[in-house]
T-cell receptor
Framework: AQSVAQPEDQVNVAEGNPLTVKCTYSVSGNPYLFWYVQYPNRGLQFLLKYITGDNLVKGSYGFEAEFNKSQTSFHLKKPSALVSDSALYFCAVRDPDTGRRALTFGSGTRLQVQP | DGGITQSPKYLFRKEGQNVTLSCEQNLNHDAMYWYRQDPGQGLRLIYYSQIVNDFQKGDIAEGYSVSREKKESFPLTVTSAQKNPTAFYLC???????????????FGDGTRLSIL
């Protein structure tokens, strides 16, 4: 079975400071990992993904994430936070070695960036 | 512009009533999905379809039904058997097969269902 954990319900950071949103996963094989962002009353927007290759992946809006296989983590990072980054962030995983094509999502982390 | 359209944006259900949520995509994607979002619980998979005329139950399919008669459309019916239907419902789609299995899902803007 595949699962994802986002241990923080909320992360608070001051504008201009670096931010990290944590994600750990559990799959039987090599994972496909994704980060999405959700603004109020909207659908999810894709930020970035890790499939294979370089452990550091870069995505939209200056976000990046680091895949760490030994720690089974895929933390989302940004060097300098903006107030407009305030939103709900979801980590998701898919195990391509199973027949399940759908993603499994974490419970979400609310990012609050203070001016 | 290609995308996913969900309608209506807000929907109210009376006790004992079935309601149907619409999801249409013009991305030419084979696979489509329905998720339910509750506060603090993330997204949970209700049903998904990998191809026309085929669909599979997700993690919380009880009280829901779907059909996939056209590639572009994947409507979700919330039946009276679903005792706690109040939630935000999200539809998604993705390509399937070949070298595109690792492509991200695209999401609609959701339908918020409430009980009268």
């Amino acid at each position: 079975a595949q699962s994802v954990a986002q241990p923080e319900d909320q992360v608070n950071v001051a504008e201009g400071n670096p931010l990290t949103v944590k994600c750990t996963y559990s799959v039987s094989g090599n994972p496909y990992l994704f980060w999405y962002v959700q603004y109020p009353n909207r659908g999810l927007q894709f930020l970035l993904k890790y499939i294979t290759g370089d452990n550091l992946v870069k995505g939209s809006y200056g976000f990046e994430a680091e895949f760490n296989k030994s720690q089974t983590s895929f933390h989302l990072k940004k060097p300098s936070a903006l107030v407009s980054d305030s939103a709900l962030y979801f980590c998701a995983v898919r195990d391509p070695d199973t027949g399940r094509r759908a993603l499994t999502f974490g419970s979400g982390t609310r990012l609050q960036v203070q001016p | 512009d290609g995308g996913i359209t969900q309608s209506p944006k807000y929907l109210f259900r009376k006790e004992g009533q079935n309601v149907t949520l619409s999801c249409e995509q013009n991305l030419n994607h084979d696979a489509m999905y329905w998720y339910r979002q509750d506060p603090g619980q993330g997204l949970r998979l209700i049903y998904y379809s990998q191809i026309v005329n085929d669909f599979q139950k997700g993690d919380i399919a009880e009280g829901y039904s779907v059909s996939r008669e056209k590639k572009e459309s994947f409507p979700l019916t919330v039946t009276s058997a679903q005792k706690n239907p109040t939630a935000f419902y999200l539809c998604a789609s993705s390509p399937r097969g070949g070298g595109v299995d690792n492509q991200p899902q695209h999401f609609g803007d959701g339908t918020r269902l409430s009980i009268l």
